[in-house]
């Protein structure tokens, strides 16, 4: 199917919300809850739910704003686990996110550490289109339900929030159409162009640097490392991503997953 000249009144559409951490996934932080909504011809096919485990521990500011605490996520599945039905729910539809880039930036971190390829069909925004195309007070999503007449009382929960941005995608969508037959080029075209996942997760180490071997090849590394109070432990870890000053890596002895300054690094090598 020709999805960029579908009718948006056609279109196959998967509309998602993600809970996470906090707000960078190249530094460590995950999500932890995820909601989607798949629709074809305005009529709604499935919704879908699930808390997630990070595999690290939810920071009180995160627990603040979602309400979601680690002991909810204990026994979770982790994201790789879930990627068959989520890869399901999301191929070959339209994807609809309420600040696209922030949810679309998380999940191609998440596939990237499945070792799996994010090939997402076209990306539609109610964020960008509210900056374009209206003038609300602000562009949070309870401020333009409240404006929209669209009621969201657990907001900040991922199947809730999708919930909401479906309904604000249709009223959006009516507005654009404008008696006509607006297409998802359409739509893409009002927000101020397309939108792309970050596709870039490889490292800048040296080719001989054991970390890169480690990232590589999915080996562990033996590192010693100086906290910021000058405290140096020996510990084995699982490096997961390298971004500029940052690794984020499984840790045997917190068994958690960690974020660790490279220049606090004070020697690496591949145990014996």
Not at 27 to 44: A, P
Request: charged share 25%.
């Amino acid at each position: 199917m020709d999805l960029l000249n579908t009718p948006l009144t056609e279109a196959p559409l998967a509309v998602f919300d993600l809970e996470t951490t906090g707000i960078n996934p190249r530094t460590g932080h995950r999500v932890i809850e995820i909601g989607i909504l798949t629709s074809e011809g305005g009529s709604v096919q499935e919704r879908y739910e699930s808390l997630l485990n990070p595999g690290r521990r939810v920071p009180p500011q995160a627990s603040e704003v979602n309400n979601i605490f680690d002991d909810m996520l204990v026994d979770a599945p982790s994201f790789s686990k879930l990627l068959p039905k989520i890869n399901s729910l999301l191929s070959n539809r339209v994807l609809i996110a309420h600040n696209a880039p922030f949810d679309i930036g998380f999940l191609a971190v998440e596939y990237h550490l499945a070792r799996e390829k994010f090939s997402p069909g076209p990306i539609l925004d109610t964020v960008k289109l509210a900056r374009s195309s209206h003038d609300f007070p602000n562009n949070r999503l309870a401020t333009i339900c409240e404006c929209l007449g669209i009621e969201n009382s657990d907001a900040h929960r991922a199947l809730a929030d999708v919930e909401a941005t479906f309904s604000v995608f249709g009223k959006f969508a009516e507005q654009l159409d404008g008696g006509g037959d607006a297409t998802v080029q359409d739509w893409i075209n009002a927000q101020g162009g397309e939108l792309f996942p970050p596709g870039d997760f490889h490292h800048d180490l040296p080719g001989d640097s054991p970390l890169a071997e480690a990232i590589e090849n999915g080996l562990s590394l033996r590192i010693s490392y100086c906290d910021k109070h000058g405290f140096e432990t020996e510990r084995v870890v699982e490096p997961l991503l390298c971004h500029g000053d940052f690794l984020v890596a499984h840790c045997q002895l917190r068994n958690e997953q960690r974020t660790f300054r490279l220049d606090r690094i004070e020697s690496m090598d591949t145990p014996g």
